[in-house]
């Protein structure tokens, strides 16, 4: 296994189109997490995932955000509507099942740019 | 309380220097504090991470200060070199809670040749 993969690695579209991102995280790990990053700043907590079951979302997450784990393996980011201010990396990242397992490995992240 | 605040924006050390970062925190449920490393066109990589029961761990150049009482936490990387140029950010999570990580918004390092 060669770690965490995202799909595609950059994304350009323009404003009001939708946009799904892929990632397959780590094949034993149980936990997957989306964040985001904009220039300059540290990753964003979007929302996360233990098995297909999504646990928590953050308040950045807006109604026009939604994000899948079908059968707790592969995971989808879908953004409707897309804005100027979507522009940033889409990182995800997967963790393992133990409350122990903190660390997370992330993959190398989805650009996104909205024009 | 969630956030984590990280000093100095941007650093820059001369090869064989001490870069050191710093992170404060106000969650005293936060317990553990870890530090990712950053190149750029790449996902963040855990670097090291300490919990609060110790005040100090140490791997290899890299070492994490801890400061309970002042709800403080440091990163120092000995003898820098130009590879370790990159962006740090600090973290700090509840894990018996499940919650995700909450990121500093991190530190770009140069260390000159």
């Known amino acids: 296994d060669t770690g965490v993969s995202q799909n595609p690695r950059h994304k350009i579209t323009k404003r009001g189109q939708n946009v799904t991102f892929r990632c397959d995280p780590i094949?034993?790990?149980?936990?997957l997490y989306w964040y985001r990053q904009t220039l300059g700043q540290g990753p964003e907590f979007l929302t996360y995932f233990q098995n297909e079951a999504q646990l928590e979302k953050s308040r950045l997450l807006s109604d026009r955000f939604s994000a899948e784990r079908p059968k707790g393996s592969f995971s989808t980011l879908e953004i409707q509507r897309t804005e100027q201010g979507d522009s940033a990396m889409y990182l995800c990242?997967?963790?393992?099942?133990?409350?122990?397992?903190?660390?997370?490995?992330f993959g190398s992240g989805t650009q996104l740019s909205v024009l | 309380q969630q956030q984590v605040k990280q000093s100095p924006q941007s650093l820059i050390v001369q090869k064989g220097g001490i870069s050191i970062i710093n992170c404060a925190y106000e969650n005293t449920a936060f317990d553990y504090f870890p530090w990712y490393q950053q190149f750029p066109g790449k996902g963040p990589a855990l670097l090291i991470a300490i919990r609060p029961d110790v005040s100090e761990k140490k791997e290899g150049r890299f070492t994490i200060s801890f400061n309970k009482s002042a709800k403080q936490f440091s990163l120092h990387i000995m003898d820098s070199q130009p590879g370790d140029s990159a962006t740090y950010f600090c973290?700090?999570?509840?894990?018996?809670?499940?919650?995700?990580?909450?990121f500093g918004k991190g530190t770009t390092l140069s260390v000159s040749s």
């Open positions: 094949s034993e790990h149980n936990r």
């Open positions: 973290a700090a999570s509840i894990p018996q809670a499940g919650t995700a990580l909450i």
């Open positions: 990242a997967s963790s393992g099942y133990r409350v122990a397992d903190e660390k997370l490995f």
